[in-house]
């Protein structure tokens, strides 16, 4: 995610949560979450962040653990921290030297 991207949501690093999360903003899991992350804005898993669960956001940038299905309508980006594991989508996939991903993906077409 370019430049400075502002945090409306974040799930802290004490924190275990279980459910769906619906926004419209940018959100940044720092703790667990089992469930479901739908957001129209961008999706941040910082390096102890673990997601486990289906993830719908514009942009998804994996620093920690996202285990689960997730649909990315722009870039999906797994840091060398970052570990995936299950089925994605997205329009531009990028993954870091030692980073971990495991499972399938599909490239839809790119937004112009």
Do not use: W
């Amino acid at each position: 995610m370019e430049g400075k991207v502002q945090i409306q949501t974040i799930i802290g690093k004490a924190t275990t949560f279980q459910g769906t999360i619906g926004s419209t903003e940018n959100i940044q899991i720092d703790g667990k979450q089992k469930g479901e992350i739908i957001t129209k804005g961008n999706l941040y898993i910082s390096e102890t962040g673990e997601v486990e669960g289906q993830t719908q956001a514009k942009n998804l940038l994996v620093a920690g653990v996202l285990h689960g299905e997730t649909k990315v309508d722009g870039k999906m980006e797994i840091l060398a921290t970052g570990r995936f594991q299950g089925e994605a989508e997205m329009s531009v996939f990028i993954v870091e030297e030692g980073a971990g991903f495991q499972g399938e993906c599909r490239q839809t077409k790119k937004e112009k």
